[in-house]
C-alpha cells in the first residue's frame, strides 16, 4: 500500500525582506540566521524558503530554494552549501546584510500518530532540515533514531542538534568521522524497529532508503532535492513522477506538491525521463515501447 501523501502547507507564505542576525560556519557549510518573525511562525518541519539572490542589481533572476533549518523567537535559520553563484553570494551575507525571502513554502513532514519509534535520515546538509523534525516527533512522544552521513567529516551537517533530540548514527564514506559507510547500512540495521521513516539528502540516497522502508513494510517520507527555480509550481523545472491514489503516475512539482513525498510514491528510476504511462504522456506524442 502506498503511503499517504504530505499534508498541505498549513499557512500562505509571505514575501519580506529579512535582516541576517547569524553567521557560523559549519564545516563545508554556512549557517545563516535571520529575523524573519512572519516567515518563522508560519513553517513547520520540511518546508522551505526562496531567497532572492545577488542583490538589486543582480542579473541572477532566479530565487535560491533551501530548506528550513530552525525557527524560534522570531528566527529562522538555514544551512547553505556555497556551490554555485547564487548560492556562493547566499553564504557571503554578514550580521546586517538584508535578504529578500518568500516562504514558507511546501509540503511539511506528516506527523505519525503519537508515539510512533521514527528513523530520520540526513545525508550532508540534508540533515538541518530534520532537526525540527526530530524536536515535533520528541513532543508527540516518539522515541527518534537518527541516521546521518556524509562523504567526509567535513560534509557532516548538524550532528550536534540531532544528538540533543535522537539516537543518532554518523557515518563516513571516508570514516573520518563515525563508522565508515554509508547511511543505508545503518537502516538495514534499524528500520525494522520503527514505524516510520523520513529522510532529506541527496535522491540516490533518497531512493535506496525508501526501498529498504518499502521492503520492511515501513510507511517512508521523503524530502527531495530537486532544483526550484520558481518557488511556487510556475517553472516546471521540479517536477518528478509520482504515483496519485488512483495508482496513476503524474509529473508533481516538488515546490508545491512537494519537497516531502511518499517515498514509495516517487519513481526514482524514471526521474529525468519521460515514461508513456505518466498523464498526459499521450498528448505529448510519447507512445509505448
Do not use: K
Amino acid at each position: 500500500m502506498l503511503t499517504e501523501p504530505a499534508p498541505r502547507a498549513p499557512s500562505a507564505p509571505v514575501q519580506r525582506v529579512v535582516e541576517v542576525v547569524g553567521r557560523r560556519p559549519v564545516g563545508a557549510y554556512v549557517e545563516l540566521t535571520f529575523d524573519a518573525p512572519e516567515v518563522a511562525a508560519r513553517a513547520v518541519p520540511g518546508q522551505f524558503v526562496a531567497f532572492a539572490v545577488g542583490g538589486r542589481e543582480s542579473a541572477m533572476l532566479l530565487r535560491r530554494s533551501i530548506a528550513i533549518a530552525g525557527t524560534g523567537e522570531g528566527r529562522l535559520t538555514v544551512v547553505v552549501a556555497p556551490h554555485g553563484p547564487g548560492s556562493t553570494w547566499l553564504a557571503g551575507q554578514q550580521p546586517g546584510a538584508t535578504v529578500d525571502v518568500v516562504g514558507p513554502l511546501g509540503r511539511p513532514f506528516p506527523l505519525p500518530e503519537p508515539g510512533t519509534p521514527a528513523l530520520l535520515v540526513g545525508g550532508g546538509y540534508g540533515a538541518a532540515a530534520l532537526v525540527g523534525l526530530a524536536a515535533a516527533l520528541r513532543e508527540r512522544g516518539s522515541d527518534v533514531a537518527a541516521v546521518t552521513g556524509a562523504a567526509s567529516a567535513d560534509r557532516l551537517c548538524s550532528v550536534d542538534e540531532l544528538t540533543a533530540l535522537a539516537d543518532v548514527t554518523v557515518l563516513t564514506d571516508d570514516g573520518s568521522a563515525g563508522r565508515r559507510g554509508w547511511v543505508t547500512d545503518a537502516v538495514a540495521e534499524l528500520v525494522g524497529e520503527v514505524g516510520v521513516v523520513y529522510a532529506c539528502g541527496p535522491m540516490g540516497m533518497l531512493r535506496a532508503v525508501a526501498e529498504l522502508a518499502t521492503a520492511a513494510g515501513v510507511p517512508s517520507y521523503v524530502a527531495v532535492e530537486e532544483s526550484m527555480a520558481c518557488g511556487i509550481g510556475v517553472c516546471m523545472t521540479c517536477v518528478l513522477p509520482v504515483v496519485g491514489a488512483d495508482g496513476r503516475t503524474r509529473f508533481s512539482r516538488s515546490c508545491t506538491e512537494g519537497p516531502v513525498f511518499g517515498g514509495d510514491r516517487v519513481r526514482f528510476a524514471d526521474v529525468g525521463t519521460l515514461t508513456a504511462d505518466v498523464v498526459g504522456a499521450a498528448a505529448m506524442g510519447v507512445l509505448p515501447a
